[in-house]
Every structure is written in C-alpha cells, then in structure tokens.
C-alpha cells in the first residue's frame, strides 16, 4: 500500500513539476518578447515597410492638351517631350506652325496627352496640368545604418537614401543635385503588439 501511494506521490510530483516549468517557460516567453530589443535588421525592415505607404519622391509638373513652343526660347521643353513621346509616355500630334512676325522664330502649336503608361507616376491630375514622380529615393548602402534608443519603447534610425531617377526626371528640378543620395532620420517606437514601428520621418 505503502509503494502504491510513493509512486502516487512520485507521479502528482512530476506532474506539478512538468506544469510549473512549463508555465515558468511560457512566462519567459512572453517577457522576452516584450523586451524593447532593437537591431539593424529589424529598424531596416520597419522602414522598407513604411516606405511602401509612405514613399519619399520629388515632382515635375507636365502640360497637357494644347500646348505652344517657340522654337528657340524652348529647344531643352520640346527635346523633353519628344523624348517622352519617344518613350511611350506621351502623345504628341502638331496641330499648327506659325511663323513670328518680323522674326526668324516660330511658335509650334501641340496637342499633348499622356498613355496609360504615365499612370504609374501620376500624383495629382487637373485639366492642363499633371504632377508625376520626377525622382524617388530608395534604401541605399544598408550597411552605413545608424540606429539608438532614445527610450525604452523608442529609437531614432539615420538612413542613406540613393536617387532613382524616372523618365520624367527631364521636366524636373534636382533639389540636390551634387549628390547621388540624401540622409534621411526616422523616428521609431516599440509596441508589444506591433512590435517596432516607424512614427516620423525628417
């Protein structure tokens, strides 16, 4: 009787004992997974996710309908919408040539629209006036990161972003134009549900 009850005994003890390491091992889990650890990997991955709602560009503005030139104050416009055209972006039909008077200059008259091949780029549509995408910054040299907490749930990351040229760059203003990146603060934060997150970009 007395072996019956030991082994009794034996078996509620690893029984109680297999429960109280598992809930200890669970306990650890969660409070590891709670712990506000940040690496390169993880803030490079929170920004390539904000970066994909959040994308940082530069824009160039386009006529469109009817649209006139003179031949010689605008060479560098017509270049860029011929190139457009040539490129599949535009349409470009000559509606009328008009030769200035008492001048060896001449006003072309265009009918200008855009394919469905621009639409990708399009950020704001009026009548006579498109803004496209002229130049779009993405993750460049990784390696170069620089991250810090600033906090218990928050960080700061510097990132260098390299310039991606578009076709419609040519109608654009270069904002920065001796250099072939910009550096670039975001600003993260650390939930126990999302996990880290970008909050701000400067």
Excluded at 25 to 44: E, P
Excluded at 52 to 69: C, D, H, L, M, R
Excluded at 99 to 107: A, E, Q, R, T
Excluded at 131 to 150: H, V
């Amino acid at each position: 009787m007395r072996n019956v009850m030991t082994r009794k005994n034996i078996i509620f003890d690893n029984i109680l004992w297999n429960i109280s390491f598992f809930v200890i091992l669970v306990l650890n889990i969660v409070a590891c997974g709670d712990k506000a650890t940040l690496s390169d990997d993880v803030a490079l991955n929170s920004i390539e996710e904000y970066l994909k709602s959040n994308p940082i560009y530069e824009t160039a503005n386009i006529t469109i309908g009817e649209v006139k030139f003179s031949v010689k104050k605008d060479k560098k416009n017509i270049k860029a919408y011929k190139e457009l055209e040539e490129k599949g972006y535009l349409i470009l039909n000559l509606v009328k040539q008009k030769k200035k008077f008492l001048s060896k200059d001449s006003v072309l008259t265009y009918e200008a629209k855009l394919t469905d091949k621009a639409r990708p780029y399009v950020i704001k549509q009026k009548k006579e006036t498109v803004t496209l995408k002229s130049l779009e910054y993405k993750l460049g040299d990784k390696e170069q990161t620089r991250f810090e907490l600033t906090g218990k749930h928050s960080a700061k990351a510097v990132i260098t972003l390299k310039k991606v040229n578009t076709d419609f760059s040519i109608l654009g203003y270069d904002k920065n134009p001796n250099t072939n990146f910009i550096t670039k603060t975001f600003n993260l934060s650390y939930k126990k549900n999302k996990g880290w997150t970008v909050t701000k970009s400067k």
